[in-house]
């Protein structure tokens, strides 16, 4: 028989805390809430069970909870009352997302990472990521233009963090410039790196009341490609990231874990609403214990890399794991 024997790291609770190489921290937990223009009240979104288009009240009380829990961070996305084709709302001093900022720094104060989201498939009729030209396609330099705007307005309204989304080339130095001409120098980007044009996106559309039915395979990310996420990743931090994310998590791993082998910011995967979703579904069956499936994803996305976790669990696994996630 053999005398070398894995096992006997394994035999009790304590023995494996012991050992334990990766765990999740709910500091790095950032929880990402939608706010509806106009809503008196929370609206519960079909796809993603105990999700919510919030209030903005009803988002200053989750706020507030995420900041008493201990949580890192929200990630803010607005759905505007009326959409056009050019997401003009967007832009609008006193829209959904300028107000849902002020209403969290309000409430939270510097106990929580504000982050919003700076794109405009929120804000269109038509569900792109961008301003489209006469052909259709999505305009690269004239959305960029747009982003940009958003950012400061958005850093105007306090945010902490600007988070954009729409993949399109130069966003980030775009966003810094206009940032650092507004005065805005202390104003933080999270970029999303790596985002890839995926299915598990799908209960987004219905938490901020998208149409959309096409593709984004024109902007994000091919999910056959992986060095190319090292392209973006390298772009990004030239163009002045202070962190980077990967998105979604679970079946992009293997893309995080290069990224966070040789970033030298901060790293963040976005476990995504089909990610939420799924799980929820087969646990609704009765085919998965739940509570653990959300803490394995959380426990693997860690373990890939990510220093920082967009989860629609944030609160809920803090809760959890009150005292041994903690810190
Ligand atoms: C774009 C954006 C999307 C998500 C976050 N930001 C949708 C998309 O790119 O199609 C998806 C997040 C999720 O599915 O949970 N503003």
Redesign the pocket.
Same mark, same amino acid.
């Given at each position: 028989m053999t005398a070398v024997r894995p096992r006997r790291l394994r035999p009790t609770g304590a023995m494996r805390r012991l050992v334990a190489e990766n765990q999740p921290r709910i500091s790095s937990l950032v929880l +990402?809430a939608f706010v509806a223009e106009g809503g008196t009240s929370p609206r519960p979104i079909g796809s993603m069970p105990g999700v919510v288009q919030h209030s903005l009240d009803s988002l200053r009380g989750a706020a507030g909870e995420a900041a008493e829990l201990g949580l890192g961070g929200i990630m803010l996305?607005g759905i505007p009352a009326h959409k056009d084709a050019v997401g003009s709302a967007a832009l609008e001093a006193d829209g959904v997302l300028a107000a849902a900022i002020r209403a969290v720094k309000a409430e939270t104060g510097d106990d929580l990472v504000v982050m919003s $989201?700076v !794109?405009l $498939?929120?804000f269109t009729d038509h569900g792109h !990521?961008g301003l489209l030209d006469e052909t259709g396609r999505v305009d690269n330099d004239a959305t960029v233009e747009v982003y940009r705007q958003m950012a400061v307005l958005h850093a105007q309204a306090g945010v902490d963090v600007v988070a954009p %989304? @729409?993949m399109m080339d130069g966003q980030v130095g775009q966003i810094r410039a206009g940032l650092e001409a507004a005065g805005h120098h202390n104003t933080a980007i999270l970029a =999303?790196t790596a985002?890839y044009a995926s299915a *598990? /996106?799908g +209960? *987004?559309r219905e938490?901020v009341d998208s149409s *959309?039915a096409g593709s984004?395979r024109e902007y994000?990310q091919d999910p056959a490609n992986r060095r190319e996420a090292m392209r973006e990743l390298d772009l990004d931090l030239a163009e002045g990231a202070d962190m980077v994310m990967v998105?979604p998590a679970m079946s992009y791993l293997d893309v995080l874990a290069d990224v966070s082998a040789v970033s030298r910011v901060p790293v963040a995967a =976005?476990q995504? %609403? @089909?990610e /939420?979703a799924m799980i929820e579904a087969a646990a609704e069956r009765g085919w998965i214990d739940r509570d653990a499936a959300i803490d394995e994803s959380l426990t693997s996305i860690t373990r890939a890399g990510a220093d920082i976790i967009l989860t /629609?669990w944030a609160a809920e696994v803090a809760r959890r794991h009150a005292t041994d996630w903690r810190r």
């Open positions: +990402p996305f $989201d !794109c $498939d929120e !990521c %989304s @729409g =999303y985002k *598990f /996106y +209960p *987004f938490a *959309f984004r994000q998105k =976005y995504v %609403s @089909g /939420y /629609y």
